[in-house]
Nanobody, 115 residues
Framework: QVQVVESGGGLVQPGGSLRLSCATSGSIFRISTMGWYRQAPGKQRELVASITSGGFTRYGESMKGRVTISNDNARNTVYLQLNSLKPEDTAVYHC?????????WGQGTQVTVSS
């Protein structure tokens, strides 16, 4: 089992930045890939960014160039730096931990971009 807890969301003005955190615990040695996804009301969930245990990163098209994913292995935490935020980035951002067999998800953290 892997536990996943997101934090760092909130209300930010257009053009602002946020850093989201995803803390993991439990059988973390099984994790091969960590991912950040988002889901806006009435829309499908989409990939924002992912990072493998080897450090390979992948970014979704919707936020490419405005987002950076990184990990801190000492803290078992993955970060998502969001920059130049737009109102259309408003969504619940979820973190997932993929072990190669199972996918573990957190509850999500709300990001609202509004003036």
């Amino acid at each position: 089992q892997v536990q996943v807890v997101e934090s760092g969301g909130g209300l930010v003005q257009p053009g602002g930045s946020l850093r989201l955190s995803c803390a993991t615990s439990g059988s973390i040695f099984r994790i091969s890939t960590m991912g950040w996804y988002r889901q806006a009301p009435g829309k499908q969930r989409e990939l924002v960014a992912s990072i493998t245990s080897g450090g390979f990163t992948r970014y979704g098209e919707s936020m490419k160039g405005r987002v950076t994913i990184s990990n801190d292995n000492a803290r078992n935490t993955v970060y998502l730096q969001l920059n130049s935020l737009k109102p259309e980035d408003t969504a619940v951002y979820h973190c997932s931990a993929y072990t190669g067999r199972d996918d573990y998800w957190g509850q999500g953290t709300q990001v609202t971009v509004s003036s």
